[in-house]
């Protein structure tokens, strides 16, 4: 449990992490870069949503106000996750192709060991009965079209700023950089 806490607490440093080693092995080339954005706006445009849906910004220790069950939440469980996914994704297809194994493997082990069994844990043991009919519902991360009516719910612009601007300036210097580095 200790493990899961910590990766959590340390997601963001885990992630910037991430990104410097593969800007330091990457070596993109124009073919590449073309095919790798697309996988980071994707990524990033999952993230603005869910970010602005989820009511609030989330801290160094897993908690909740409310089970999210609307916008991105009622195609999967994960969106912010699956967003790093595509982001991560594309900046690996960028650098090399040779990277994409490593990154897979790598957030597999972050996000599926480390962060979500502990998020579920959490969210099963506060919302009980209402988790539970959600989680048989809605896959862990590859969307699906939601089968039943949700709730609609809010979406917030000044939460998805406040919460998202650290992840969106990291992606778009991240971006920035490993496009850039074509030219060094």
């Known amino acids: 449990m200790r493990f899961r806490e910590e990766v959590f607490r340390l997601r963001g440093a885990i992630w910037t992490a991430f990104f410097v080693a593969v800007a330091v092995i990457a070596s993109?080339?124009?073919?590449?870069?073309?095919l790798g954005i697309p996988f980071v706006l994707a990524g990033q445009?999952?993230?603005?949503?869910?970010?602005?849906?989820?009511?609030?910004?989330?801290?160094?220790?897993?908690?909740?106000?409310?089970?999210?069950?609307?916008?991105?939440?009622?195609?999967?469980?994960?969106?912010?996750?699956?967003?790093?996914?595509?982001i991560g994704l594309g900046w690996s297809v960028m650098a090399s192709f040779y990277v994409v194994p490593a990154y897979a493997a790598?957030?597999?082990?972050?996000?599926?060991?480390?962060?979500?069994?502990?998020?579920?844990?959490y969210l099963s043991s506060t919302f009980g009965e209402e988790y539970s009919r959600y989680?048989?519902?809605?896959?862990?991360?590859?969307?699906?079209?939601?089968?039943?009516?949700?709730?609609?719910?809010?979406?917030?612009?000044?939460?998805l700023w406040k919460s998202e601007r650290y992840s969106f300036l990291v992606t778009l210097?991240?971006?920035?950089?490993?496009v850039l580095k074509m030219f060094l």
């Not at 160094?60 to 069950?69: I, P, W």
């Not at 210097?173 to 490993?178: A, D, E, N, R």
């Open 45 to 86: 445009c999952v993230r603005f949503w869910a970010a602005g849906t989820i009511g609030r910004y989330r801290g160094e220790k897993v908690s909740a106000h409310g089970l999210v069950t609307w916008g991105p939440y009622a195609w999967c469980r994960n969106p912010l996750y699956a967003g790093n996914f595509l």
């Open 106 to 121: 790598a957030f597999f082990v972050v996000y599926f060991v480390g962060i979500v069994p502990l998020e579920e844990k």
């Open 135 to 159: 989680r048989t519902r809605v896959p862990s991360f590859l969307p699906r079209r939601p089968q039943t009516p949700f709730s609609r719910g809010p979406f917030s612009i000044d939460v």
């Open 173 to 178: 210097f991240g971006t920035l950089i490993l």
């Open 28 to 34: 993109p080339t124009p073919d590449r870069v073309m």
